[in-house]
């Protein structure tokens, strides 16, 4: 039984980290909205024993170079 839980653990961190790899760890929605704004900053997220303790985003995450562009 124990050998089994450590399977599945291990399987599971092994999906972790390929999520983070493929940079997959926010909802469709979330990185849909990100999309959408062109956010180009930094966001944070605060993770401990699996609850989110803390999130957050740096300021001025807008380009307007696609605009300078147009003018």
Not at 56 to 66: A, P
């Amino acid at each position: 039984m124990e050998q089994e839980s450590i399977a599945s653990s291990d399987t599971t961190f092994s999906e972790f980290r390929h999520k983070v790899q493929e940079s997959e760890l926010l909802a469709p929605a979330v990185s849909n909205l990100l999309r959408r704004l062109h956010f180009s900053g930094r966001l944070s997220v605060v993770v401990q024993n699996g609850t989110v303790l803390k999130s957050g985003y740096e300021e001025g995450y807008f380009t307007r170079r696609s605009e300078r562009r147009l003018t």
